[in-house]
């Protein structure tokens, strides 16, 4: 379960997303449903996205911290996790 208590089991991420327009202001997610705090990702780094090779690695797993919704988009914060924490 995530911690909204809803998704998959423990051990496994809400879904997938992709990471594009990697840069030191953040990176892009694209993801398949609307984001809340609590959600576990994997994250798919879009190839070539990264230039400097300083973002999320492919596969990483990360947990939302904080969302802001808007309109057509959400500004969200991100940590980092390792399996042991999903």
């Given at each position: 379960?995530?911690?909204l208590g809803e998704g998959?089991?423990?051990?496994?991420?809400?879904?997938?997303?992709?990471?594009?327009d990697v840069s030191d202001a953040g990176v892009r997610i694209t993801a398949p449903l609307a984001l809340r705090?609590?959600?576990c990702v994997r994250l798919r780094v879009a190839r070539g996205d990264d230039p400097r090779g300083g973002g999320p690695?492919?596969?990483?797993?990360a947990r939302f911290v904080w969302v802001a919704q808007g309109?057509?988009?959400a500004i969200a914060g991100l940590a980092t996790i390792?399996?042991?924490?999903?």
């Open positions: 379960m995530d911690l998959p089991g423990a051990g496994e991420c809400s879904f997938d997303a992709t990471a594009s705090p609590g959600q690695r492919d596969g990483a797993l309109r057509e988009c390792t399996a042991a924490q999903v």
